[in-house]
């Protein structure tokens, strides 16, 4: 199967609660490897850009509201099939609704405040890194 790199955001109530440790190691322990990471502040400007898709949403300033509140981990995560390897580590959008075991029955409170991003599809993958990382910050592994 194709190595393919995926994105990852460790979302403000991740951060503040102290699990960027926890959530990095289920990335670790299902083979997706770190390729490249920032620890930063997301100003309005940006995480409207990066939400652009759901800007019509009556959700949209809840969560942009949200994503500038604190500190986030940007992440390229690379391995085996990760798009969506990712996504099923991660669980259902709604933690309700998620899996025992997903990072966001673990660690989501709500809705919003869902503990991780994902990608959704390889093309949402590549937009994503872009907007995010320089391609000589993506560490490849060969
Ligand atoms: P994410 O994977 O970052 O992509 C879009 C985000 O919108 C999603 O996770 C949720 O956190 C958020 N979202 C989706 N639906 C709702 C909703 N009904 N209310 C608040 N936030 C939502």
């Given at each position: 199967m194709a190595i393919e790199k995926t994105f990852s955001i460790i979302k403000p109530n991740s951060t503040l609660d102290n699990n960027i440790g926890n959530i990095k190691s289920i990335f670790e322990k299902n083979?997706?490897?770190?390729?490249a990471a920032k620890f930063t502040k997301l100003s309005r400007e940006k995480a409207e850009g990066f939400y652009i898709e759901h800007?019509?949403?009556?959700f949209f300033g809840e969560l942009v509201d949200f994503m500038t509140s604190g500190p986030v981990m940007l992440m390229c995560l690379e391995g085996e099939n990760a798009v969506m390897k990712n996504r099923e580590i991660m669980g259902a959008t709604n933690p309700a609704e998620a899996a025992e075991g997903t990072i966001r029955k673990l660690y989501a409170k709500s809705i919003g405040e869902n503990a991780v991003h994902g990608s959704d599809s390889e093309a949402s993958a590549q937009r994503e890194l872009a907007y995010f990382f320089e391609k000589n910050e993506l560490v490849d592994r060969f």
């Open positions: 083979d997706l490897r770190i390729a800007k019509e949403r009556p």
